[in-house]
């Protein structure tokens, strides 16, 4: 499900995120004809996130930040911040711990 809030675009996720609804997120979070992008991706509702969420939450990152943008995922529960840690992704795309947070400056 994808909203608008104050000119950025809210992408809420529930389930898992892996190679079978990889597709599915990847053109969510696709903002090419935006210009500067904001993007938050509410994670609350996500109970796995395998390597497939990883690289598409990279390339979107990439992506959105060359077009003068950027992506922030926020509330995500604890197994999926877990992997975030390990692999560090929580040092590349800003992370925040509820979605007013994300949504704020």
Do not use: K, Y
């Not at 053109?27 to 993007?39: C, E, G, I, K």
């Not at 060359?66 to 509330?75: H, K, P, S, V």
């Not at 711990?97 to 994300?102: G, K, P, S």
């Amino acid at each position: 499900m994808s909203t608008t809030v104050n000119g950025i675009r809210v992408v809420t996720l529930a389930g898992e995120i892996d190679h079978h609804t990889g597709d599915t997120l990847r053109q969510a979070l696709d903002a090419s004809h935006t210009p500067r992008p904001r993007v938050v991706v509410d994670l609350h509702q996500v109970t796995f996130m395998d390597s497939s969420g990883i690289n598409i939450f990279i390339a979107a990152h990439h992506t959105l930040s060359e077009a003068d943008g950027w992506l922030r995922l926020a509330a995500p529960g604890e197994s999926v911040m877990r992997t975030l840690n390990i692999v560090g992704v929580d040092t590349l795309i800003d992370c925040r711990e509820t979605l007013r947070q994300a949504l704020g400056n």
